[in-house]
């Protein structure tokens, strides 16, 4: 493999995942806060918002594993190897 193709891969992959997890994990945080917020203020309505945020996070988790997924594919399955 080309020694230039090579480190591309790797500095390409090391953005792949920080970059991946840094929207996700800004997302997590503020959502995590208003459902604490939420529950302040309506005690009552803990599963409702509990169901709501375990979906979401779930859904923002999802970014994270597809910049892995992408990550991954540049180091063991490099389309731009020869």
Known sequence: M???VSGASVIAAG???GLASIGPGIGQ???AAQAVEGLAR???AEGKIRGTLLLS???ME???IYGLVVALCLLFANPFAG
């Open 2 to 4: 080309n020694p230039i």
């Open 62 to 64: 999802s970014l994270t």
């Open 29 to 31: 945080g503020t959502a």
């Open 15 to 17: 953005l792949a995942i």
């Open 42 to 44: 309506q005690p009552e």
């Open 57 to 59: 996070l779930a859904f």
